[in-house]
Antibody, heavy 117, light 106 residues
Framework: QVQLKETGPGLVQPTQTLSITCTVS????????MQWVRQTPGKGLEWMGF???????EYNSEFKSRLSISRDTSKNQVFLKMNSLKTEDTGVYYC???????????WGQGTLVTVSS | EIVLTQSPTTMAASPGEKVTITCRAS?????MHWFQQKSGTSPKPWIY???KLASGVPDRFSGSGSGTSYSLTISSMEAEDAATYYC?????????FGAGTKLELK
């Protein structure tokens, strides 16, 4: 069955870089779009960006040049990297998979990221 | 950016009561999608393409709307429906979510 699981550092210091891995099973990354969404106390649910089945990406301009999404299809992993972290980046980060007809059809459990010194 | 405004922000409904949650978009969108989230869990797809129920969603739920005004309706409230509901538009970038409507059982 379809499974997604995020792994992240838990605690990150301000100005540092966040790296989260989404490991998937039950499907191929070359067949579906993979999304990143976060949920913060200040802004609620925010769409961050996605990587298409073909490997191209789309980002929310809110994150400007701070954000990068990539993947390793051989390892069934999708990566989120965001630099210049601020305390307001504290929240739960989710990866999600689209279906052909419905967006965000499957979600990971989320990983809590706390930005603090 | 299209801003989605949900109303009400919070509400309480008694078992059997009809519930309507509204999502208004700052510009016209082609479809609206809805998610249900319970405390401590990931959002779940609930309604997609305005009116299609996701797998496993009870048929007491329905979705409707067009343009800038969309709604999620529960025909008869049940205890398990208590949750926060979010709307999502992906007609334009950036994709945006509403702030959520917290539905409680009265």
């Amino acid at each position: 069955q379809v499974q997604l699981k995020e792994t992240g550092p838990g605690l990150v210091q301000p100005t540092q870089t966040l790296s989260i891995t989404c490991t998937v099973s039950g499907f191929s990354l070359t067949s579906y779009y993979m999304q990143w969404v976060r949920q913060t106390p200040g802004k609620g649910l925010e769409w961050m960006g996605f990587i298409r089945s073909g490997g191209s990406t789309e980002y929310n301009s809110e994150f400007k040049s701070r954000l990068s999404i990539s993947r390793d299809t051989s390892k069934n992993q999708v990566f989120l990297k965001m630099n210049s972290l601020k305390t307001e980046d504290t929240g739960v980060y989710y990866c999600a998979r689209d279906n052909y007809s419905s967006p965000f059809a499957y979600w990971g459990q989320g990983t809590l990221v706390t930005v603090s010194s | 950016e299209i801003v989605l405004t949900q109303s009400p922000t919070t509400m309480a409904a008694s078992p059997g009561e009809k519930v309507t949650i509204t999502c208004r978009a700052s510009s016209s969108v082609s479809y609206m999608h809805w998610f249900q989230q319970k405390s401590g869990t990931s959002p779940k797809p609930w309604i997609y393409d305005t009116s299609k129920l996701a797998s496993g969603v009870p048929d007491r739920f329905s979705g409707s709307g067009s343009g800038t005004s969309y709604s999620l309706t529960i025909s008869s409230m049940e205890a398990e429906d208590a949750a926060t509901y979010y709307c999502l538009q992906r007609s334009s970038y950036p994709h945006t979510f509403g702030a959520g409507t917290k539905l409680e059982l009265k």
